[in-house]
């Protein structure tokens, strides 16, 4: 499974952005997907995750009511919505394919990772 996130860039805060993750296989629709990020000097931290079936999702108590995380699995891609950014959001984003078909907060549930896509928040 290769993975492709797209869709970071510079914003204002309080602006927003619509992160995407491309899947290239069908096998995409029977794992859970997450997105993760680290900043600079900091460890990678888990920002949201979703179910295979896109019934379930977990958010990080630091973006909760700000981002969602939803699906589409006929197109193999999981995207990230991001409002209201703040600039401790900014960081390298990282999707990612769970072993299983339910999210997980912890990174090793997941072993397959796409390249990060940066975002930068101003103030």
């Known amino acids: 499974v290769q993975l492709q996130a797209s869709g970071g860039g510079l914003v204002q805060a309080g602006g927003s952005l619509r992160l995407s993750c491309a899947a290239s296989r069908r096998t995409f629709s029977n794992n859970a997907m997450g997105w993760f990020r680290q900043a600079p000097g900091k460890e990678r931290e888990f920002v949201a995750a979703i179910s295979w079936s896109g019934s379930s999702t977990q958010y990080a108590d630091s973006v909760k009511g700000r981002f969602t995380i939803f699906r589409d699995n006929a197109k193999n891609t999981v995207y990230l919505q991001m409002n209201s950014l703040k600039p401790e959001d900014a960081a390298v984003y990282y999707c990612?394919?769970?072993?299983?078909?339910?999210?997980?907060?912890?990174?090793?549930?997941?072993?397959?990772w796409g390249q990060g896509t940066l975002v930068t928040v101003s103030s």
């Open positions: 990612a394919a769970a072993r299983g078909s339910s999210g997980s907060y912890y990174y090793k549930d997941y072993n397959y």
